[in-house]
């Protein structure tokens, strides 16, 4: 931070020195490292100047959603975590794409919360010193918050008087809530269908699909394209039960606009996956901790889609997905070994402690999560090379000095497998 | 997972704790709730918990699980060693642990817990032997009627008392002092996890209770919250057979910490039959044999997600009641209750399989670490 110069959001000077500081200071952030953009955001949350953050973090928002920086649960974000995915800069959003402007999420924060009132100091109270990944607040919160304030956004007529400063059009304003309504009415069950998915232990939740299907009965078309890329985005796998519930919808009028809504969401997920932001940016920038999980959820994704009735005619968008997928996947894995197991081996630091290794460790399972999650759309030989020249690197390690045998056996273990560990162990022990 | 033939599902109605088996804290996520058991033939077999949750185990030898499941390096040389031991109880088993923890085979965090748990638990052996030894002379002196050197309080030391005490009470049990210093020595080891005297609170045992108990009332608290009636049947489950082995594992508790209320009658009773008292000690040690794997996995879930995972995941591990325990207590109770709701619970296709194996790994590794924190 220190070293940033011309950061000084509480300054008081004129507006033109301000907005000259505000430029010096994005150009600076713009080549800054992780931990200092983390530090740059955690010293923001506590300025109360809500447009000069704005300018600032605006062209921070990629990386700071790549680097999944903690932030304080705020009102507004948990207002808007269901959208998550789905929020693009003002100059990204077009109408009718399904997606949210960030530039609106404060005038419509507002909105909801004078609504709400009094109930809101409940909300705030449940929240208050919460961070941003503290699920169960958010889940249980959320639970509250969501559903009313999807009431509250579909009871709309009119824009607030202050709508103009987003930059929305007037005439843009209902749709736009009306279609976020819908996603804030199956705001739970979406919550659900995601948690579920990260966690990944249990089968699609079918009580969560049937709740949100019984929601979308009467929701506008872009609403439903939003709910169904959120679901195809976040919990691919709940998609194949979600096609088959749609699929035994006697109401025919209603099969088909759901069908449309999920061929639409599909349309989109595999445009936002083509972007810059998608795969590049989204699977290439992320922390090592965060890839394989992403990787998992995209590959199940490609899968789904290209299993789905119409999935042929996709596929020519897929394998390209699928290549730019492997590409940026080798690159990171390639990059992560590295910094995170060469560098550290052969940095000829002495022996490694107790705090290294376990880094290492880390380090090394995030890549077998990475590797074991993309092996399904490329090729295993580069990663089966690269572990076994790590694997190398190990071991060279081990006999100068720098791991003692049961750090070499643990990180052999990881990489390569526990056979190789285990023999490796054994043939230890019969010359000891 | 290979495709390896596995052998078929065998029935599991274990009647006796032996039968049973002792649950090994493997590492690997598809042997999560093995147990190991003495066969008719002096050896050790694993019985594996079917990996959907429903009803029936595998028996089937290492070689087979290796090709099945890829176990860790840390499981491979626990089996090694479970197949050496003697007797199967969850006191050796718990032994293995923390020695092949303590190699750094489960990491550094289970290395350093599992190393400074071997030192505290060669203290806490030092510190049941003095307890012992002076509840030993408080009894005496309360209850007999000692010649004025043996009782005189404050004009020699403790220590010097207790050797006083010990040289006086030997005849009277029969036996010489240095049989009596050593018995009191083999007891501090049979009662070391029971917590007694001002420790009855704070020993493994009561520990392992207290936590069982806060992890039921969270389950039961968290189910109240849901509006769910496979989730309802499942907390229902967990939350009976969590009261049955509570009220049990309390009731042999109590019976074993009794033991010391009169220790002279103790010490007449380990020399007639040390092993009446150790397997006395031990009962409670096999009633919440398991238990801990669960409270660690529910303690773990942060929010409704992982408790709903955790949930399904317990279900599969909830141990089974043998008809033994209604010897041990005269508790009558349904004891099939576990067996009876174990049935399939959904589960990802990539749960414990993919990507997912090596957080669940490094999961269990760090339950490792904690459960050697406890010891």
Same mark, same amino acid.
């Given at each position: 931070?220190?070293?940033?110069?011309?950061?000084?959001?509480?300054?008081?000077?004129?507006?033109?020195?301000?907005?000259?500081?505000?430029?010096?200071?994005?150009?600076?952030?713009?080549?800054?490292?992780?931990?200092?953009?983390?530090?740059?955001?955690?010293?923001?949350?506590?300025?109360?100047?809500?447009?000069?953050?704005?300018?600032?973090?605006?062209?921070?928002?990629?990386?700071?959603?790549?680097?999944?920086?903690?932030?304080?649960?705020?009102?507004?974000?948990?207002?808007?975590?269901?959208?998550?995915?789905?929020?693009?800069?003002?100059?990204?959003?077009?109408?009718?794409?399904?997606?949210?402007?960030?530039?609106?999420?404060?005038?419509?924060?507002?909105?909801?919360?004078?609504?709400?009132?009094?109930?809101?100091?409940?909300?705030?109270?449940?929240?208050?010193?919460?961070?941003?990944?503290?699920?169960?607040?958010?889940?249980?919160?959320?639970?509250?918050?969501?559903?009313?304030?999807?009431?509250?956004?579909?009871?709309?007529?009119?824009?607030?008087?202050?709508?103009?400063?987003?930059?929305?059009?007037?005439?843009?304003?209902?749709?736009?809530?009306?279609?976020?309504?819908?996603?804030?009415?199956?705001?739970?069950?979406?919550?659900?269908?995601?948690?579920?998915?990260?966690?990944?232990?249990?089968?699609?939740?079918?009580?969560?699909?049937?709740?949100?299907?019984?929601?979308?009965?009467?929701?506008?078309?872009?609403?439903?394209?939003?709910?169904?890329?959120?679901?195809?985005?976040?919990?691919?796998?709940?998609?194949?039960?979600?096609?088959?519930?749609?699929?035994?919808?006697?109401?025919?009028?209603?099969?088909?606009?759901?069908?449309?809504?999920?061929?639409?969401?599909?349309?989109?997920?595999?445009?936002?996956?083509?972007?810059?932001?998608?795969?590049?940016?989204?699977?290439?920038?992320?922390?090592?901790?965060?890839?394989?999980?992403?990787?998992? *959820?995209?590959? &199940?994704? $490609?899968?789904?889609?290209?299993?789905?009735? +119409? @999935?042929?005619? %996709?596929?020519?968008? =897929?394998?390209?997905?699928?290549?730019?997928?492997?590409?940026?996947?080798?690159?990171?894995?390639?990059?992560?070994?590295?910094?995170?197991?060469?560098?550290?081996?052969?940095?000829?630091?002495?022996?490694?402690?107790?705090?290294?290794?376990?880094?290492?460790?880390?380090?090394? *399972?995030?890549? &077998?999560? $990475?590797?074991?999650?993309?092996?399904?759309? +490329? @090729?295993?030989? %580069?990663?089966?090379? =690269?572990?076994?020249?790590?694997?190398?690197?190990?071991?060279?390690?081990?006999?100068?000095?720098?791991?003692?045998?049961?750090?070499?056996?643990?990180?052999?273990?990881?990489?390569?497998?526990?056979?190789?560990?285990?023999?490796?162990?054994?043939?230890?022990?019969?010359?000891? | 997972?290979?495709?390896?033939?596995?052998?078929?599902?065998?029935?599991?109605?274990?009647?006796?704790?032996?039968?049973?088996?002792?649950?090994?804290?493997?590492?690997?996520?598809?042997?999560?709730?093995?147990?190991?058991?003495?066969?008719?033939?002096?050896?050790?077999?694993?019985?594996?918990?079917?990996?959907?949750?429903?009803?029936?185990?595998?028996?089937?030898?290492?070689?087979?699980?290796?090709?099945?499941?890829?176990?860790?390096?840390?499981?491979?040389?626990?089996?090694?060693?479970?197949?050496?031991?003697?007797?199967?109880?969850?006191?050796?088993?718990?032994?293995?642990?923390?020695?092949?923890?303590?190699?750094?085979?489960?990491?550094?965090?289970?290395?350093?817990?599992?190393?400074?748990?071997?030192?505290?638990?060669?203290?806490?052996?030092?510190?049941?032997?003095?307890?012992?030894?002076?509840?030993?002379?408080?009894?005496?002196?309360?209850?007999?009627?000692?010649?004025?050197?043996?009782?005189?309080?404050?004009?020699?030391?403790?220590?010097?008392?207790?050797?006083?005490?010990?040289?006086?009470?030997?005849?009277?049990?029969?036996?010489?002092?240095?049989?009596?210093?050593?018995?009191?020595?083999?007891?501090?080891?049979?009662?070391?996890?029971?917590?007694?005297?001002?420790?009855?609170?704070?020993?493994?045992?009561?520990?392992?209770?207290?936590?069982?108990?806060?992890?039921?009332?969270?389950?039961?608290?968290?189910?109240?919250?849901?509006?769910?009636?496979?989730?309802?049947?499942?907390?229902?489950?967990?939350?009976?057979?969590?009261?049955?082995?509570?009220?049990?594992?309390?009731?042999?508790?109590?019976?074993?910490?009794?033991?010391?209320?009169?220790?002279?009658?103790?010490?007449?009773?380990?020399?007639?039959?040390?092993?009446?008292?150790?397997?006395?000690?031990?009962?409670?040690?096999?009633?919440?044999?398991?238990?801990?794997?669960?409270?660690?996995?529910?303690?773990?879930?942060?929010?409704?997600?992982?408790?709903?995972?955790?949930?399904?995941?317990?279900?599969?591990?909830?141990?089974?009641?043998?008809?033994?325990?209604?010897?041990?207590?005269?508790?009558?109770?349904?004891?099939?209750?576990?067996?009876?709701?174990?049935?399939?619970?959904?589960?990802?296709?990539?749960?414990?399989?993919?990507?997912?194996?090596?957080?669940?790994?490094?999961?269990?590794?760090?339950?490792?670490?904690?459960?050697?924190?406890?010891?």
């Amino acid at each position: 931070m220190d070293r940033i110069k011309g950061f000084h959001p509480m300054t008081r000077g004129s507006p033109i020195a301000q907005q000259q500081a505000v430029r010096v200071l994005r150009v600076e952030l713009h080549q800054a490292d992780d931990e200092k953009i983390r530090r740059v955001a955690a010293m923001l949350d506590h300025v109360s100047d809500a447009t000069g953050k704005q300018a600032i973090l605006d062209p921070l928002r990629p990386r700071l959603r790549q680097l999944k920086t903690v932030r304080p649960l705020r009102f507004t974000r948990l207002l808007f975590t269901p959208f998550e995915p789905l929020i693009v800069t003002a100059r990204a959003w077009k109408p009718g794409e399904a997606t949210v402007p960030r530039n609106a999420l404060g005038a419509l924060a507002l909105l909801v919360r004078t609504s709400l009132e009094p109930d809101v100091a409940q909300i705030d109270a449940t929240i208050a010193g919460q961070a941003s990944d503290t699920m169960q607040v958010i889940t249980r919160a959320g639970a509250v918050l969501w559903p009313r304030a999807g009431e509250i956004l579909a009871a709309c007529t009119a824009p607030p008087p202050d709508w103009q400063r987003t930059g929305v059009r007037d005439a843009l304003f209902l749709p736009l809530v009306h279609a976020m309504a819908t996603v804030l009415r199956c705001g739970p069950q979406l919550r659900d269908l995601q948690r579920d998915a990260d966690v990944a232990a249990l089968a699609a939740n079918e009580t969560a699909i049937r709740a949100i299907i019984e929601t979308l009965a009467d929701q506008p078309p872009e609403g439903c394209v939003m709910v169904a890329q959120l679901i195809l985005l976040q919990s691919p796998a709940a998609a194949p039960l979600l096609r088959q519930f749609i699929a035994s919808l006697t109401d025919t009028a209603q099969r088909v606009r759901l069908n449309k809504a999920m061929a639409d969401g599909t349309e989109r997920a595999l445009t936002q996956m083509e972007s810059q932001a998608g795969i590049v940016e989204g699977v290439g920038r992320a922390p090592l901790a965060e890839i394989g999980d992403q990787v998992r *959820r995209i590959t &199940r994704l $490609l899968r789904e889609i290209g299993q789905e009735s +119409g @999935g042929q005619a %996709h596929r020519p968008r =897929l394998t390209a997905i699928r290549k730019k997928l492997d590409e940026v996947c080798r690159n990171r894995f390639s990059d992560g070994m590295t910094e995170g197991l060469v560098n550290p081996l052969t940095g000829g630091r002495g022996e490694i402690d107790r705090a290294g290794q376990t880094r290492m460790e880390t380090c090394a *399972r995030d890549l &077998r999560r $990475l590797e074991t999650a993309v092996r399904t759309v +490329g @090729g295993s030989g %580069h990663y089966d090379d =690269l572990l076994h020249k790590v694997s190398e690197t190990v071991q060279t390690a081990a006999a100068s000095g720098t791991l003692t045998p049961v750090r070499t056996f643990r990180l052999i273990e990881i990489l390569t497998g526990p056979e190789a560990a285990t023999a490796l162990y054994r043939e230890d022990k019969r010359r000891t | 997972m290979s495709d390896v033939q596995i052998p078929a599902l065998k029935p599991y109605h274990p009647t006796t704790f032996q039968e049973r088996g002792v649950s090994v804290p493997f590492t690997t996520p598809l042997l999560e709730g093995t147990r190991a058991r003495p066969t008719e033939k002096q050896r050790v077999e694993l019985v594996i918990p079917n990996p959907s949750g429903g009803r029936g185990v595998y028996i089937m030898p290492w070689k087979a699980i290796a090709d099945w499941c890829r176990p860790t390096l840390h499981d491979a040389v626990f089996n090694d060693r479970i197949a050496a031991l003697r007797n199967v109880t969850p006191t050796a088993i718990r032994r293995v642990g923390l020695q092949v923890a303590a190699e750094g085979l489960a990491g550094e965090e289970a290395m350093e817990a599992a190393r400074i748990a071997v030192d505290t638990e060669k203290d806490d052996r030092i510190v049941t032997n003095y307890r012992l030894l002076m509840t030993l002379v408080e009894q005496v002196r309360s209850r007999f009627s000692l010649p004025d050197l043996v009782k005189a309080p404050g004009r020699i030391d403790v220590m010097a008392q207790a050797k006083l005490t010990v040289e006086w009470i030997s005849p009277r049990l029969g036996q010489t002092a240095t049989w009596t210093a050593g018995a009191l020595e083999a007891l501090a080891e049979v009662l070391l996890h029971i917590g007694i005297g001002s420790n009855s609170t704070t020993g493994r045992m009561p520990r392992i209770l207290a936590m069982l108990r806060r992890t039921r009332s969270e389950i039961s608290e968290w189910g109240s919250y849901l509006h769910d009636d496979d989730h309802a049947d499942y907390i229902a489950m967990v939350c009976a057979v969590t009261d049955l082995t509570l009220s049990l594992a309390q009731t042999t508790l109590g019976q074993a910490q009794a033991l010391t209320s009169d220790m002279v009658d103790l010490l007449r009773k380990w020399a007639a039959d040390p092993q009446e008292i150790s397997r006395l000690a031990m009962r409670p040690e096999w009633l919440l044999d398991g238990w801990e794997q669960i409270c660690l996995i529910w303690s773990h879930a942060r929010d409704d997600a992982e408790r709903r995972a955790a949930l399904a995941e317990i279900i599969a591990l909830v141990p089974v009641l043998p008809k033994e325990a209604v010897e041990w207590t005269e508790i009558k109770a349904d004891f099939d209750i576990a067996l009876r709701f174990r049935r399939l619970v959904s589960l990802n296709e990539d749960w414990r399989s993919g990507s997912v194996v090596f957080q669940l790994i490094a999961r269990n590794e760090h339950f490792r670490a904690i459960t050697c924190r406890m010891s």
